[in-house]
């Protein structure tokens, strides 16, 4: 994990808010990677000093192309259980979740994208549901933005003055 994140830092340090992005798609493309990667290079970036609305949107946008990857996982699965007709438990949790999302999906979307929540959950839904994938990637942009901008802001304000509070500064 520290060499994960040692990486991710890297990433950060050496190309800054392309850095950011490219770190938060990477880290949101994969499930392997356990723990919100667009948090972390949120409060990075905003120790380092970048702009909080800079990383914020950076960061939000390469969590978002990241979480494609989920849906298309779903979208796949979904023709997979369609095709060989797995089981119809299946059959009607994807119908549910199409009225689901077809109904309040915009309006969950952003709300799960801000929640420290495995989001590659959602996005595997949204895709056995076939979802909107424009939506999908909206409604997730507009929450991985919030979230991000959130936490960077506060990081930017809290990170220099813990440090002084340590006396590290």
């Not at 120790?47 to 949107?57: H, S």
């Not at 949790?93 to 969950?108: D, I, N, Q």
């Amino acid at each position: 994990m520290i060499e994960i994140s040692s990486f991710f830092l890297w990433l950060v340090k050496t190309f800054s808010y392309i850095g950011v992005f490219a770190a938060s798609l990477i880290g949101t493309s994969s499930i392997f990677i356990p723990f919100p990667l667009d948090t972390i290079i949120s409060f990075s970036a905003s120790g380092l000093g970048l702009n909080p609305l800079l990383v914020g949107i950076f960061a939000g946008l390469g969590a978002s192309l990241g979480e494609i990857t989920g849906y298309l996982v779903g979208l796949g699965s979904r023709e997979i259980i369609e095709e060989r007709k797995v089981n119809k438990t299946i059959g009607k949790g994807a119908k549910f979740l199409t009225k689901l999302f077809e109904k309040h999906g915009f309006f969950v979307l952003p709300i799960l994208a801000f929640i420290p929540f495995p989001f590659d959950l959602v996005g595997i839904s949204a895709g056995i549901g076939r979802y909107d994938v424009k939506k999908f990637f909206l409604g997730t942009f507009l929450g991985r933005v919030f979230r991000c901008t959130l936490i960077a802001y506060i990081s930017y304000i809290a990170v220099p003055g813990l440090l002084t509070l340590l006396g590290m500064v």
